[in-house]
Nanobody, 127 residues
């Protein structure tokens, strides 16, 4: 059984930084991706960043490119999201997700291709 547990959320002022962590257990796919999604109140879920579980290749949404960095510690099965230069529009619930296989280049940040989800951690950025 795959379990994903996020931590590291909180409240910061604009321009600040936060580091989210996602501890994965039971996840063994060598072809899949681990990703971070977010959802703000009244808005649709948005894919933020993804990393190949074995190869380490990464992909980011345009809204966070250059500010956020996704990484992983395979030995501890933890995925991180380092968020710098935070903006109020980054506010939302952040979810860790994992796919069973390779979603393909067009769907890397499409949540429909991710089968496993954590409970989320709240990030609030004030202006």
């Amino acid at each position: 059984q795959v379990q994903l547990v996020e931590s590291g959320g909180g409240s910061v002022q604009a321009g600040g930084s936060l580091r989210l962590s996602c501890a994965a257990s039971g996840y063994t796919s060598s072809r899949g991706y681990m990703a971070w999604f977010r959802q703000a109140p009244g808005k649709e879920r948005e894919g933020v960043a993804t990393i190949h579980s074995a190869g380490g290749s990464t992909f980011y949404s345009d809204s966070v490119k250059g500010r956020f960095t996704i990484s992983q510690d395979n030995s501890k099965k933890v995925v991180f999201l380092q968020m710098n230069s935070l903006k109020p529009e980054d506010t939302g619930m952040y979810y860790c997700a994992a796919s069973r296989g390779d979603p393909g280049p067009v769907s890397l940040l499409d949540g429909h291709w991710y089968s496993y989800w954590g409970q989320g951690t709240q990030v609030t950025v004030s202006s």
